[in-house]
């Protein structure tokens, strides 16, 4: 049986085969090819398949495929891409190699996580959590670092956005096509489907895997689609974060408890597991449950074994947000199951309560990952001490500063995320081998040596980029809604390229105040219709599908939008995904945050921005608290802070207070800046700032940083930690 590669091959002109290599592995989509490799074959196609690589080669007519294949120029590109592609694939001295030798292909590290977000085309993911991992595989891979991802393969992801005329979010769904995206049916020598079976709700619920290339990583995806499972259990890969409990245990068993067994079919033996999140924590039972099996001992005999094997990294800052089910909820999935572990139902529910022994005390995924792992961490410091505070009920002899939970703070894919326009300058200036050097901080010391009018000149042709595409999707927006002609003209005025440009783009949840810059109404409309100094904002994001409150900040922000004052000068993009996200942190002056403290266990939107020369204005908290710098001895500050140390416990108080602070800084500080102008009609100060925030920035919260921390820190059997220069595989 033909892989799909080989299928996608056959079918393209002989000249053009190696793009079928390159479709099937995302490596692609962190070249500075990545722009033009297939959207120019056929860009209106590229647009409606949602820059997916292998719908676009399935569909464009042969025709158009051979006029590609008579263009030298095309021809040398591809042919210069596919070689790097083969020296990166081959390529054996690798960092990791020299740092974590006893790690290989056979025996990886397996990285667990609920959700991915690898690229647009792929939308397996809902924010934060999901891009983090994305870009954890990409370092991983760049890095060498042997590893393999488990996930679920979503039929639908996570809801998608739409705005109705009085701008209420209307949730949908669209279904994905595996067929027709780059992923890979694992098959047995016989061309079956490899499949592991977990009993779910009495039922055996049989799981394949689809393959994921990530350069030189894998990423095993789960499918309870098939059509010898009952009907309701096929739906269990359905839906990302779907807002029902039981949906949710049955996505964590099958994640966890499925994703051990694929291994076990796969003969991949990790040597270490990374829990990505409590949601997979069940994945160490069953390590567990196969130990007890091969050896015949008892749960506490192989429970420290399995603890050794495995690392857990929480991401919730609020004790809410961790997942817990209810003692029913356990009954019904796990009742068939810990007899199996050879343990009582109160030893089995005790592995996830707080207190041993409380009838009333939920199931906790983030108490059963910190109780079957060996070392954990937050993603901030600031994190990591609020995570020490949330679980030091669970260590009643340690003082809290001893509570075994420590930090690593969450960094940014530089090559993913780094408009390719900027990195080019990177390469003038900085030297061709800059993003595989990104951890240097002598290095970024260089920025200062780019010409003012150049950086300047190349961040305004991403500013225009981003308020083109914003009015086309306005534009469109509001003609499918049929509103009138009048709203519709409007869009020909809304934003202007010469505008101080902020973007806000998050989930909306009232904790993360995506309405607070329009707290004082009156207030806001006179900074940001000021004649000189004008002021214009784009927001994006989703609200979770349940939560009404977050629908209701959107429809609030959709009548600014609306407002006579306003309506110029506040946008609102919808279906926020990585494309979006990606335009937004390329184009904006000014990132900003305004999240209740200390609910932001990191953030990472405002790190992507700093890499393109965006300025952060954020509260303190997450990474922000480590990256801030204030001014001093003729350096600039690189960005701004909302609000100060001091916390009030009245949030109406502390949202006037964050409100002020933020009016200040926009009227005060922000706008004088980038509209003070020198002869020559550039703003000097600002871009002195816009470089002391990539200087600053970019060395520290990008991912090779951190994947090179996880391994020297967590993954490392030994404190013995090696010093090795952070240096990723050649890409382009
Ligand atoms: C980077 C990113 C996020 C995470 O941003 P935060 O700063 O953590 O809010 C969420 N969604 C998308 C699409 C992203 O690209």
């Not at 398949?49 to 021809?75: F, G, I, K, M, W």
């Not at 001992?297 to 209810?326: C, K, L, M, Q």
């Not at 919808?574 to 900003?592: K, N, R, S």
């Not at 405002?606 to 509260?619: D, E, F, T, Y």
Request: proline residues 5%; contains cysteine; negative net charge.
């Amino acid at each position: 049986m033909k892989t799909p590669v080989a299928h996608l091959k056959a079918n393209l002109p002989a000249p053009l085969r190696r793009l079928a290599d390159l479709a099937y592995n995302y490596w692609w989509s962190w070249t500075p090819e990545r722009i033009s490799l297939f959207s120019t074959i056929a860009p209106a196609i590229w647009q409606r398949c949602h820059h997916n690589p292998v719908a676009l080669l399935e569909s464009v007519t042969y025709e158009r495929l051979s006029q590609v294949a008579e263009d030298p120029v095309y021809l040398k590109r591809l042919q210069t891409l596919a070689q790097q592609f083969d020296l990166y694939m081959r390529e054996q001295d690798t960092w990791a190699s020299r740092v974590a030798p006893h790690l290989s292909p056979e025996e990886p590290v397996a990285y667990f996580s609920i959700e991915y977000g690898l690229h647009e085309s792929l939308p397996l993911y809902c924010g934060g959590l999901g891009v983090l991992a994305g870009d954890y595989l990409k370092s991983a891979s760049d890095l060498g670092l042997p590893m393999v991802g488990i996930g679920l393969l979503y039929r639908q992801g996570y809801v998608r956005q739409r705005l109705n005329r009085s701008g209420w979010q209307e949730d949908f769904y669209t279904d994905n096509d595996f067929e027709h995206l780059p992923l890979e049916l694992v098959r047995d020598e016989y061309g079956q489907p490899v499949t592991v079976k977990v009993v779910i709700r009495q039922r055996t619920v049989r799981i394949q895997v689809w393959r994921s290339r990530i350069g030189r990583v894998d990423l095993y995806l789960l499918d309870a689609d098939r059509a010898d499972n009952d009907i309701i259990d096929r739906r269990l890969t359905g839906q990302l974060y779907t807002g029902n409990r039981e949906t949710r245990i049955a996505q964590e068993v099958l994640l966890g408890i499925g994703g051990v067994r694929m291994l076990h079919a796969l003969e991949i033996e990790p040597a270490l597991y990374h829990i990505n999140e409590g949601h997979s924590a069940f994945a160490l039972l069953e390590v567990a449950r196969q130990e007890i099996e091969a050896t015949g001992s008892s749960f506490y005999e192989v429970e420290a074994g399995v603890r050794d094997r495995a690392i857990f990294t929480t991401h919730t800052p609020v004790p809410d947000g961790n997942d817990v089910f209810s003692a029913d909820m356990i009954d019904s999935f796990f009742g068939h199951y810990w007899p199996e572990l050879g343990l009582s139902r109160e030893q089995f529910l005790n592995l996830g309560a707080r207190r041993f022994g409380d009838p009333w005390e939920p199931f906790g995924m983030t108490v059963l990952a910190l109780r079957m792992t060996r070392s954990a961490n937050g993603v901030s410091r600031r994190h990591g001490e609020v995570a020490r505070q949330i679980w030091s009920i669970l260590y009643p002899d340690k003082p809290e500063a001893e509570v075994p939970i420590g930090s690593i703070t969450n960094g940014v894919h530089s090559r993913t995320w780094t408009a390719p326009l900027i990195a080019d300058l990177y390469n003038q200036y900085l030297g061709n081998d800059w993003s595989l050097k990104v951890t240097d901080a002598n290095l970024w010391r260089l920025v200062n040596d780019i010409p003012d009018r150049e950086l300047w000149h190349r961040h305004c042709i991403l500013k225009e980029r981003l308020i083109a595409y914003t009015r086309a999707q306005v534009l469109q927006a509001r003609r499918s809604r049929g509103e009138a002609a009048d709203d519709i003209a409007a869009v020909d005025h809304l934003l202007h390229p010469d505008t101080l440009t902020l973007g806000f783009a998050r989930r909306f949840s009232p904790y993360k105040r995506g309405g607070l810059l329009f707290k004082d109404l009156q207030r806001s409309i006179r900074i940001l219709s000021h004649a000189r100094r004008p002021i214009q904002i784009i927001f994006a994001g989703k609200a979770r599908p349940g939560d009404d409150e977050g629908k209701r900040i959107i429809q609030r922000l959709m009548e600014w939008c609306r407002h006579p004052a306003l309506r110029d000068r506040v946008a609102f993009l919808e279906d926020y995904d990585m494309y979006t996200a990606e335009l937004m942190v390329h184009g904006v002056d000014v990132w900003l945050n305004t999240p209740r403290r200390p609910t932001e266990a990191c953030g990472t939107s405002g790190q992507k921005a700093a890499l393109n020369g965006g300025i952060n204005c954020s509260v303190l908290d997450g990474w922000w608290g480590e990256a801030y710098r204030e001014s001093r001895a003729g350096q600039s500050s690189n960005g701004w802070v909302v609000g100060d140390e001091a916390d009030t416990s009245d949030q109406e108080i502390q949202d006037q207070i964050d409100a002020d602070s933020l009016y200040d800084i926009l009227e005060r500080d922000m706008a004088p800046l980038f509209y003070t102008r020198d002869r020559d009609g550039l703003p000097h100060k600002w871009i002195a700032m816009m470089k002391a925030s990539i200087r600053t920035i970019v060395p520290q919260f990008n991912s090779d940083r951190m994947v090179a921390e996880y391994v020297t820190q967590m993954y490392l059997p030994t404190a013995d930690t090696p010093t090795e220069p952070v240096v990723a595989s050649q890409v382009a």
